[in-house]
C-alpha cells in the first residue's frame, strides 16, 4: 500500500512539474522569467518597512 501512494506522489509531482523558464537579468540589473515579447508584463514593487 504504501509503494502504490509513493508511487501516486511520485507521479503527481511529475505531471505537475513544468519546464524551467525562460529568464535572466536585464543590461539594467533586473531579474526576469519568460520572453521579452511577452502580451503579459507583471511588475512587482516590494518595500521591507
Known amino acids: ?3 502504490v501512494f509513493a508511487f501516486l506522489v ?11 523558464p525562460s529568464g535572466g537579468i536585464s543590461p539594467e540589473g533586473h531579474y526576469y522569467l519568460g520572453p521579452k515579447n511577452a502580451k ?9 518597512q
Open 10 to 20: 511520485l507521479l503527481a509531482l511529475t505531471a505537475c512539474a513544468s519546464p524551467t
Open 40 to 48: 503579459v508584463l507583471i511588475e512587482e514593487y516590494t518595500d521591507f
Open 1 to 3: 500500500m504504501r509503494k
